[in-house]
């Protein structure tokens, strides 16, 4: 079993940064791909990015390509996401996640097996 602890959101002016933290705990953490999701009111949880279970490949949504950039400290249990340039429609509950079943991590939220409580994320204009 893995528990995982999101930390970092906040409220934060358009243009402005953030950076999440998702701490780990449990089973080995570094056999694990990640993810991170987002969820605004009345809508799905979306993809927003992955990383895979060494660091070597990470893969993003593309409405935060550039923007945004996933990373792990398997030493620290620790995977982040470093949000650049917000924008108000960035405005959600983030996720994280984590695979034990793809070693690359996924796009589909049933595709992980282990979830955070979420942490909010306001971005005003």
Not at 31 to 54: C, D, K, L, T
Not at 73 to 85: E, I
């Amino acid at each position: 079993q893995v528990q995982l602890v999101e930390s970092g959101g906040g409220l934060v002016q358009a243009g402005g940064s953030l950076r999440l933290s998702c701490a780990a705990s449990g089973r080995i953490f570094s056999s694990y791909a990640m993810g991170w999701f987002r969820q605004a009111p009345g809508n799905e949880r979306e993809f927003v990015a992955a990383i895979r279970w060494s660091g070597g490949s990470t893969y993003y949504a593309g409405s935060v390509k550039g923007r945004f950039t996933i990373s792990r400290d398997n030493a620290k249990n620790t995977v982040y996401l470093q949000m650049n340039s917000l924008k108000p429609d960035d405005t959600a509950v983030y996720y994280c996640a984590a695979t034990g079943d793809y070693s690359s991590g996924s796009y589909y939220v049933n595709d992980y097996e282990h979830w955070g409580q979420g942490t909010q994320v306001t971005v005003s204009s």
